[in-house]
């Protein structure tokens, strides 16, 4: 019942194709008040029955704590082992069996009082909307009740009907059982939570704390997202508030934890005058770059921006904390790179992103390339241009090792992972080599790394507003919830991320299929030196940048 009304409410959801960050909020909301009420436990919890539970429980709970105390003052703790078998071990297993029980009762108890904040809504209902017997509670009995027997009954027509009708009054004794059950329950919920709401209101009432407003107009859409079932349409609001309430905390934990130094280095590399040329290094044609293999792999996101801060790390003579920095702001971008990553790769990348999840590990944890020493690297060679090529000539060996041997031929896609990220590194670093024409110091080529690198990212990330909603959508019952509350976080964190890049300025650069880097690649001539431009007012040697740029858009 309620996963039918949540494929309609998704398909109602999905008619939304272009999302800013306001938007994505009353989505989000949305999307989380239909995975929280349609949720097994939180249908479960606000039930009748669960309700009743949590009564007795309590009851329960009262009534031994009651015994313990009036015991323990009566004829003190130490006598109980005179009068059992037990002896002096009695007192401890009194003890462990009450906390054993307090234990037990968190839960129930927990709910029961739910059922009170439940039971504060606006209106009255009447006794018998109170005790109305919902469908749902013996609907499939019911169901099985009009159906015939799922195998075959050997036997005459008499004795056919015979076993129909002993299925029928078994069937209908269990359908009385649960009417009475449920009956008694909702009489226990009634003569349990009544007086305590009651009570809870008045308290409210004097000391002038009125309940929070009413949903405004505004948002009355939101209504219509809370799945819930026959009898309860006079909690809609309530749930709806706490539900909005909720998808607002966890949006306000995201945000105290904002990737500080992605957003910083977005703030200093990428600008809507910018754009997106950095993508541009990975046009390999328009460099005449020969590649080792005659059939290039595709690219993917994680990998080049691994590969890029590889060669960084390389570089001599460059301050070691710009290099951290850099593996920091680097690290925070890889997490939602991964997401884009799962969510929209429909071309079967999975050994290209693992590759990159192993240089990245590598990198991060020993400044390593695979195997590959880079900070002993650069310690040892101060030239630039032989860092490079002595990585380009590792990645080369590699691959043409992998290409003599049998698996060669195998799919691309297939290749293992240190062999797709030997040639990652191979193509980037000869696209470096071919444009360094002027011998350029370590620290220049490390700002315009760092510039490529960020601008890969800004074009990755400009499809986190659709990742964020397609984590959202989630047909598995279990995972549901879970996967909503971690897209809220994200969204949390990301704000100012998917402010930034949601500019018209920025919407207007993209390319059809942004979500593969390939699509970004520049399909004509163009000499835009905006990036080059930029980074000269922010950093000073926008000239040689400026030179480099022309020379890849060229």
Not at 131 to 146: A, I, N, P, S
Not at 206 to 230: A, Q, T
Not at 458 to 483: D, H, W
Not at 520 to 526: E, F, K, N, S, Y
Request: glycine share 6%; with cysteine; net charge neutral.
């Amino acid at each position: 019942m309620l996963e039918k009304k949540y494929d309609s409410a998704i398909g109602e959801l999905n008619e939304c194709v272009n999302y800013n960050v306001d938007e994505l909020k009353v989505c989000v909301k949305k999307y989380w008040l239909m995975a929280h009420t349609s949720s097994p436990q939180f249908v479960l919890g606000r039930s009748a029955t669960c309700t009743a539970s949590g009564a007795f429980c309590l009851v329960c709970t009262l009534i031994l704590v009651e015994v313990a105390v009036r015991s323990t003052f009566d004829r003190g703790l130490d006598s109980c082992g005179s009068e059992s078998d037990y002896g002096w071990g009695i007192k401890w297993v009194l003890v462990s069996q009450g906390v054993a029980v307090l234990v037990g009762t968190i839960a129930p108890a927990y709910r029961w009082f739910g059922a009170i904040r439940f039971r504060r809504t606006k209106g009255g209902r009447t006794c018998r909307d109170e005790f109305k017997m919902e469908e749902y509670w013996v609907q499939r009995l019911m169901e099985w009740r009009d159906t015939p027997l799922p195998f075959e009954v050997c036997g005459g027509r008499c004795l056919r009907r015979i076993v129909h009708e002993s299925k029928n009054a078994m069937l209908q004794i269990l359908i009385w059982l649960q009417t009475v059950v449920v009956v008694v329950s909702k009489s226990v919920r009634i003569c349990s939570v009544w007086p305590v709401a009651r009570l809870n209101q008045g308290m409210k009432f004097l000391i002038r704390l009125k309940s929070s407003p009413s949903l405004s107009n505004g948002h009355e859409d939101f209504r219509k997202f809370v799945m819930h079932l026959e009898g309860e349409e006079d909690l809609v609001t309530l749930i709806t508030r706490s539900g909005r309430k909720n998808t607002d905390r966890w949006i306000g934990r995201g945000g105290k934890k904002k990737p500080t130094h992605l957003i910083q280095f977005l703030e200093n590399y990428f600008t809507t005058s910018q754009g997106f040329e950095g993508v541009r290094v990975f046009n390999f044609k328009s460099h005449n770059i020969q590649g080792i293999v005659s059939e290039e792999p595709p690219n993917c996101w994680a990998l080049p921006l691994v590969t890029l801060a590889s060669i960084a790390v390389t570089l001599p003579t460059t301050n070691r904390r710009l290099i951290k920095s850099l593996l920091q702001g680097v690290g925070e971008g890889l997490k939602y790179v991964r997401l884009i990553e799962k969510q929209l790769d429909d071309r079967g990348l999975v050994n290209m992103r693992n590759a990159a999840d192993i240089v990245w590990l590598k990198l991060d944890l020993y400044n390593h390339w695979l195997d590959v020493d880079l900070h002993g690297m650069a310690n040892q060679e101060r030239n630039t241009n032989k860092i490079i090529e002595i990585l380009a000539e590792i990645a080369k060996t590699c691959v043409c090792d992998f290409a003599s041997g049998d698996r060669f031929m195998m799919n691309h896609l297939e290749w293992p992972e240190k062999v797709l990220a030997a040639n990652c590194l191979y193509r980037v670093c000869m696209t470096v080599l071919s444009y360094q024409e002027r011998d350029w110091m370590a620290t220049e080529l490390f700002e315009w790394l760092q510039m490529t690198i960020f601008s890969i990212l800004g074009a990755c990330l400009t499809n986190l507003p659709r990742v964020t909603i397609m984590e959202c959508l989630c047909f598995s019952v279990e995972e549901r919830e879970q996967r909503v509350r971690d897209a809220t976080f994200v969204l949390g964190e990301a704000e100012s991320i998917i402010k930034t890049l949601g500019t018209p300025e920025v919407t207007n650069a993209f390319p059809e299929g942004k979500e593969y880097i390939d699509n970004w690649l520049p399909t004509g001539q163009r000499n835009i030196c905006s990036m080059a431009s930029a980074s000269s007012h922010q950093n000073g040697s926008g000239e040689d940048v400026s030179l480099a740029i022309e020379y890849i858009s060229g």
